[in-house]
């Protein structure tokens, strides 16, 4: 089994930060990416930032210039630095994880619970 721990949701007011903290464990083979995605309200989930094993990283236009993602590979942990929050910033982000577990031949993806980011006065 493969487990995704997320923490460091909450409220902010706009210009705020926020760090989320996403930890993965179990029988994990490899890693190929980690990642964050967001939904807000009435809209899909999409995209916010992701980075591969090789440090390789993408943003989504939105948040480019304000947010950054990093990796601790001895703890399997992505994080995500959030600065200048904004209002639409608002919605539930998910952790993404692609990896291949111990017992698989391919990787699959894994998700996160999620965990509710508001930014409002």
């Known amino acids: 089994q493969v487990q995704l721990v997320e923490s460091g949701g909450g409220l902010v007011q706009p210009g705020g930060s926020l760090r989320l903290s996403c930890a993965a464990s179990?029988?994990?083979?490899?890693?190929?990416?980690m990642g964050w995605y967001r939904q807000a309200p009435g809209e899909q989930r999409e995209l916010v930032a992701a980075i591969t094993t090789g440090g390789a990283s993408t943003y989504a236009d939105s948040v480019k210039g304000r947010y950054t993602i990093s990796r601790d590979y001895a703890k399997n942990t992505v994080y995500l630095q959030m600065n200048s929050l904004k209002p639409e910033d608002t919605a539930v982000y998910y952790c993404?994880?692609?990896?291949?577990?111990?017992?698989?031949?391919?990787?699959?993806?894994?998700w996160g619970p999620g965990t509710q980011v508001t930014v409002s006065l």
């Open positions: 993404n994880l692609q990896a291949r577990p111990s017992w698989a031949s391919r990787s699959y993806d894994y």
């Open positions: 179990g029988t994990i083979f490899s890693i190929d990416a």
